[in-house]
């Protein structure tokens, strides 16, 4: 997976590519998908969500520049995967997810593995976690329609970096988004699709 799907399509930070050698992502998925866990492709993981592909999870998280110092805000846990990889490489996670079931099976796969410096909550990630802000790093690991603006008033305004898929609920953009002293700065790294950020700030439950 690293050596072909990775480094052959352009992932250069080393420990990126390490965290996600180290990382068994066999774990994250249900038993009858272990055999193609490591297939270049999103899984089902129930309850309508996704574990995304492993070259969206290298691309999103090389794109937040991580050194082992960030405070990093996670919107979406889901399978548990990506936060375990943020979590190798950052100070500390806070990761949000809305379906309590989710967060709860992401938790015990996360405490076996020995991974300590994440905090968990159960909520409308569209609004963050804005009594631990502001973060360094904001992950969003779903589709919204904008950027919400209780994410963007949570980074930390001098080098704080939003990573987040924005368009419709078919397709979106990957942008990085970065505070520049008047606004923010957009830049766009590639096309994806993931499922829709559902919330106050993202797309209501009713049109999904």
Known sequence: ??????????????RVLDAMERIPRERFVPPELERVAYRD??????????????????????????????????????????????????????????????????????????????????????????????????????????PPPSLLAQLEKHGGRLVIPVGGQGLQELLRIEPNGAGFTRTRLMGCRFVPLIGKEGWPESAV
């Open 41 to 146: 492709r999103a899984l089902s993981i129930g309850l309508g969500q996704t574990i995304s592909q492993p070259y969206m999870v290298a691309g999103m998280t090389e794109a937040l520049h991580l050194t082992g110092s960030e405070r990093v805000l996670e919107i979406g846990t889901g399978s548990g995967y990506q936060t375990a990889i943020l979590a190798a490489l950052a100070r500390h996670v806070y990761t949000v997810e809305r379906v309590a079931e989710l967060s709860e099976r992401a938790r015990g796969i996360l405490a076996a593995l020995g991974l300590e410096n994440i905090s968990f909550r159960i909520g409308d990630g569209s609004l963050g976690w804005p009594e631990e802000a502001p973060f360094d790093a904001i992950l969003v690991t779903a589709g919204a329609p904008e």
């Open 1 to 14: 997976m690293v050596e072909h799907q990775l480094r052959e399509r352009g992932i250069r930070d080393p």
